[in-house]
């Protein structure tokens, strides 16, 4: 009972290094989501997925590019990291429709020095 | 654009203490307010409210919708040191294909 997986847990990288995120999830869900999460300023979306092979712009979605070639999985890369880029980053999912809760994966740690 | 605003930004309370977690919101084209509980990790979710005047409880916490004045309360009566968490509120709004736009939590402390 897996729910929503994020790999990897913790990333440190250095100031124009590049990675990408892994999100999973299990519950066929059609609707994915990445958010940022610092001090005093709650969760801010980053880019969203409203089903297999579609992505869309959040509130934040600057230095990001994002893929949903499988319905299961939404990756987040980051081309060119920046200080500004060090985060908690939470994946979500959710089953389509206009009703339902967000299930969030426990958040990826990323440090840019 | 959407905003989601929580008071108090910290709260340090004693076992058995009652606490009442704030939340109002601007949002067009609303349809409904979460209340989510974070500890360590991942959100987890607490309540959804769509309509205004209809309390949602579990437990010792529960959570009613002000639509007219466009905000949410969150009580937490008999309160314990497991209730320490940080405490989100986010908005859904009709078009928004399930995205939420959150507050920036309020951290409750809870001492024994």
């Known amino acids: 009972n897996a729910g929503v997986t994020q790999t990897p847990k913790f990333r440190v990288l250095k100031t124009g290094q590049s990675m990408t995120l892994l999100c999973a999830q299990d519950m066929n869900h059609e609707y994915m989501y990445w958010y940022r999460q610092d001090p005093g300023m709650g969760l801010r979306l980053i880019h969203y997925s409203v089903g297999e092979g579609t992505t869309a712009k959040g509130e934040v979605p600057d230095g990001y590019n994002v893929s949903r070639l499988k319905k299961q999985n939404f990756l987040l890369g980051l081309e060119s990291a920046a200080p500004s880029q060090t985060s908690v980053y939470f994946c979500a999912s959710k089953a389509g429709g206009a009703t339902g809760e967000l299930f969030f994966g426990e958040g990826s740690r990323l440090t840019v020095l | 654009e959407d905003k989601v605003v929580q008071s108090p930004l910290s709260l340090v309370v004693h076992e058995g203490d009652t606490v009442t977690l704030n939340c109002s919101y601007e949002v067009t084209n609303f349809r409904s307010l979460l209340w989510y509980k974070q500890e360590k990790k991942a959100p987890t979710f607490l309540f959804m409210l769509?309509?205004?005047?209809i309390e949602k409880k579990s437990g010792r916490l529960s959570s009613i919708l002000d639509k007219k004045e466009l905000f949410s309360i969150l009580n937490i009566t008999a309160t314990q040191t497991g209730d320490s968490a940080v405490y989100l509120c986010a908005t859904k709004a009709g078009t928004s294909y399930g995205k939420l736009t959150f507050g920036q939590g309020t951290i409750l402390t809870v001492h024994p």
């Open positions: 769509t309509s205004s005047g």
